[in-house]
């Protein structure tokens, strides 16, 4: 007697995935910000989005000099508060996924050298 057992396997989004690296685009600029994470990607997202509504915005003094603050956590903080833009947060891209964070670390560090460079 055979028995057909029927493998069911739950499809799980981009957004839902860690170890990884991704690629924020701007909105009102051609920036694109290169990110690694080791937890799922929406967690990453929501730590990202949180910083940046809290530099967002027109600024008196006080309100830039406390921006100036936390500013200098991520290249993303750092764009907002420089050139007051606006992040792309609906069109991150997967980039690759690696289990060991030292690669991601050094794909991470090589894919920001060549962005620099120009390549």
């Not at 606006?86 to 690759?96: F, G, Q, R, S, Y």
Request: glycine fraction near 6%; hydrophobic fraction near 30%; aromatic fraction near 6%.
């Amino acid at each position: 007697m055979y028995v057909c057992l029927d493998v069911c396997t739950d499809w799980i989004g981009d957004e839902k995935k860690s170890e990884m690296m991704y690629k924020i685009f701007g909105k009102n600029c051609k920036r694109v910000f290169v990110g690694e994470t080791d937890r799922p990607l929406d967690t990453r997202l929501k730590e990202h989005r949180k910083k940046v509504e809290s530099i967002s915005g027109d600024f008196n003094r006080a309100e830039r000099a406390r921006a100036a603050r936390i500013c200098n956590k991520s290249a993303i903080t750092d764009h907002i508060c420089n050139q007051n833009h606006v992040i792309d947060w609906e069109n991150v891209k997967l980039i690759d996924y690696e289990s060991d964070k030292t690669g991601r670390l050094i794909r991470d560090a090589v894919r920001i050298r060549k962005k620099r460079a120009g390549r």
